[in-house]
């Protein structure tokens, strides 16, 4: 079984760590924008027991806030930020992922339609498809 990751914002970077036996955290590594004038927010992280990884976070881009995924596959490494909510309009918060046994995840989200109003979105992440969107709720 893989040792805990941690991730957090810092310095306007998206950074992880894993946990390594009772010695803290290991060396960080950036896996957003090296990018202080954009902050990230709303971060979320899900782990397999076999290293497999997946972290969200929204940041300000082209004036919105977008929904940003990068993966982390065992004995590969992590993967290039991609936007995941890039088929719809309104800003983006409020991110949530799980990740099962097989390193399949799923990502919920907020979105800004105007007028005050949200609907719920998702991501599913399986181990050998790209993620597609879907609204989940009204």
């Given at each position: 079984?893989?040792?805990?990751?941690?991730?957090?914002?810092?310095?306007?970077?998206?950074?992880?760590?894993?946990?390594?036996?009772?010695?803290?955290?290991?060396?960080?590594?950036?896996?957003?924008?090296?990018?202080?004038?954009v902050?990230?927010?709303?971060?979320a992280?899900?782990?397999d027991?076999?290293?497999?990884?997946?972290?969200?976070?929204?940041?300000?881009?082209?004036?919105?806030?977008?929904?940003?995924?990068?993966?982390?596959?065992?004995?590969?490494?992590?993967?290039?930020?991609?936007?995941?909510?890039?088929?719809?309009?309104?800003?983006?918060f409020?991110?949530?992922?799980?990740?099962?046994?097989?390193?399949?995840?799923?990502a919920?989200?907020?979105?800004?339609?105007?007028?005050?109003?949200?609907?719920?979105?998702?991501?599913?992440?399986?181990?050998i498809?790209?993620?597609?969107?879907?609204?989940?709720?009204?």
């Amino acid at each position: 079984s893989q040792e805990p990751m941690v991730s957090w914002v810092q310095g306007g970077k998206v950074l992880v760590s894993q946990m390594g036996a009772g010695s803290g955290a290991n060396d960080a590594l950036s896996i957003g924008f090296n990018d202080s004038a954009v902050e990230p927010g709303g971060l979320a992280l899900s782990q397999d027991a076999d290293g497999n990884a997946i972290a969200l976070w929204a940041q300000t881009l082209n004036g919105r806030s977008t929904l940003f995924a990068n993966r982390l596959r065992a004995g590969i490494g992590w993967s290039v930020p991609e936007p995941i909510d890039r088929t719809v309009a309104g800003g983006s918060f409020t991110p949530s992922v799980g990740m099962d046994a097989r390193g399949n995840a799923v990502a919920v989200w907020h979105q800004f339609i105007g007028n005050s109003l949200t609907n719920a979105w998702g991501n599913v992440f399986t181990e050998i498809e790209d993620p597609t969107s879907a609204r989940v709720g009204r």
